[in-house]
């Protein structure tokens, strides 16, 4: 038997249905998927912070954490439990409404995005028919978020870096949807379903090629931007601003913030994998039959899981290899080239998809 | 030309990225070099001349090379070592100035290697030992010279 998560999915579906009301069924079911997304995001945060701390050790010649647990494994497990049992300090002359407000903010911005990406086959929350409208248009609620954080926390580095990630989203939002427009372009729909089921005969990567690939570069560097990590973490910057926008933060609200970060790599991954690299669609070459039926045994969930993996490793060695550019240099990026780039690439990409010159 | 001035400045900024990310990918699949040394576990490796402490060299007759002369004690700018002194009768019946005690306050020391520079016939030296930890200060105060230790013949 093969394993497939909508199978699971369809007959948890059809027990509740048997032995409850719909009513009931369905408000089982939206809590069922509320506590799967939650223990996602936990797994996730736990995972992610591993990979990122033992990518960016090996990177920069080091082992990285090896005591907790078999070659440091439970390190993170261990961290959490202390930002667990810290104190969440708020400080004296903070909003104090928005201080609690702010972190819950951005956590759930990252939770929404989730909705309509496809999981596996079959297996998504929901497949809204203007898909990727909705994820442009609620990522860049989670600024929000940031910005009430460090205006709330009445400190001037919280709103240096709040003001800075404000500026830098407002930016590069332009550049991550263009170049996501690349693809609605070639699919001619917004759904995600549709994309992916565009992409059974080869990713876009390939039957797209140069418009796709530039964009691809450019989504990459776009939400690298977005989700304000090196080399454009200004709103963090370390080393001028403290911790930037979480500066005053401290215990689970802290972890939080934390959480949201890598969470939100996760989910702008998912849509580069989905948009570009075909999400849970298995690697299909050509008429090969038997290579595209090996392939067809790898589970869908797997492939999509792969290819989301791959990008965060990609982003994680942007972010380990490349020095933090000024603000000045930041701006100058997306104004100067990345913009005009994937202006005139939406321009290259219409007229190829008029001419029926891809795949 | 404005064009191709902006194109070269793309392409010139992406082969730099990628060149240093093909450096930061070689460091990721090849460990062998990973400059991490797990203390502990492992004894580091020090450098030649590292400092760690001073110490008197002695040699296999429990001789040492020290006249008392206090040249170390002079150059030392905090203090660090007081040589106490005693005579010693030579055979011929004649007193000689010899140390009784070479006391080091590790405590003190900031490892400038001022009293090693100083010494002129070569008794003391930088040890590499740097695990001084102790639960009482008193035992960072030493006694370098080793009981029952006296000069090496010739040695003036």
Redesign the interface.
């Known amino acids: 038997m093969e394993f497939s998560l909508s199978a699971i999915a369809n007959q948890v579906d059809t027990w509740l249905h048997a032995n409850c009301a719909s009513w009931l069924a369905l408000t089982i079911e939206f809590v069922i998927v509320g506590l799967l997304c939650i223990a996602l995001f936990a797994v996730l945060g736990l995972v992610l912070i591993m990979m990122e701390r033992k990518v960016s050790a090996y990177m920069q010649l080091r082992l990285g954490p090896n005591r907790v647990g078999p070659k440091g494994m439970f390190q993170t497990l261990a961290d959490t439990l202390k930002l667990l049992v810290k104190e969440g300090l708020t400080p004296n002359g903070a909003d104090k409404f928005l201080f609690n407000l702010a972190p819950f903010i951005v956590m759930i911005a990252a939770m929404l995005v989730l909705a309509p990406i496809g999981f596996a086959k079959d297996f998504v929350i929901w497949d809204i028919n203007i898909g990727v409208l909705y994820i442009s248009a609620i990522s860049s609620i989670g600024v929000i978020g940031i910005l009430m954080a460090g205006w709330a926390s009445n400190n001037k580095y919280s709103l240096l870096g709040a003001m800075r990630s404000g500026a830098q989203i407002v930016s590069y939002e332009l550049s991550a949807g263009l170049s996501i427009l690349t693809i609605v372009i070639f699919t001619q729909d917004m759904s995600m379903g549709q994309i992916v089921a565009s992409q059974a005969d080869g990713w876009w990567i390939w039957k797209g090629h140069i418009p796709v690939i530039i964009s691809f570069i450019i989504f990459l560097i776009a939400v690298t931007a977005e989700t304000n990590r090196a080399p454009f973490d200004l709103a963090e910057a370390e080393s001028e601003l403290t911790a930037g926008f979480h500066t005053e933060y401290s215990g689970m609200k802290f972890a939080l913030f934390f959480l949201a970060e890598y969470v939100n790599i996760f989910i702008v991954c998912a849509v580069g994998a989905t948009l570009f690299l075909g999400g849970w669609m298995p690697l299909h070459i050509g008429n090969w039959a038997d290579f595209n039926r090996i392939m067809d045994y790898i589970p869908s969930s797997v492939w999509f899981f792969g290819k989301t993996f791959f990008l965060i490793f990609v982003i994680m060695w942007f972010r380990w290899t490349f020095p933090r550019l000024r603000i000045d240099q930041l701006l100058n990026l997306e104004w100067k080239y990345l913009l005009p780039i994937s202006m005139f690439n939406l321009l290259l990409a219409t007229f190829i998809a008029i001419q029926g010159w891809y795949l | 030309m404005f064009i191709t001035k902006y194109l070269s400045e ?1 392409f010139g900024g992406l082969r730099s ?1 990628l060149t ?2 093909r ?3 070689y ?2 699949t090849h ?1 062998k ?4 040394q ?1 203390y502990p576990n492992e004894k580091p490796v020090l450098a030649e001349r590292f400092r760690g402490e001073v110490v008197m060299l002695h040699d296999d007759n429990n001789e040492h090379a020290c006249t008392g002369c206090t040249a170390c004690e002079l150059a030392c700018p905090n203090a660090t070592i007081k040589i106490v002194t005693k005579f010693d009768l030579t055979p011929e019946g004649k007193k000689k100035k010899a140390i009784d005690k070479f006391v080091y306050h590790l405590e003190l020391c900031t490892m400038c290697n001022l009293c090693v520079e100083a010494c002129p016939t070569g008794a003391i030296t930088m040890a590499p030992n740097f695990e001084h930890s102790v639960l009482n200060r008193n035992e960072l105060t030493k006694v370098l010279n080793k009981p029952g230790s006296k000069i090496r013949e010739g040695v003036e």
């Open positions: 793309v990225l240093g990310m450096r930061t990918g460091y990721f460990h070099n990973i400059i991490t797990q």
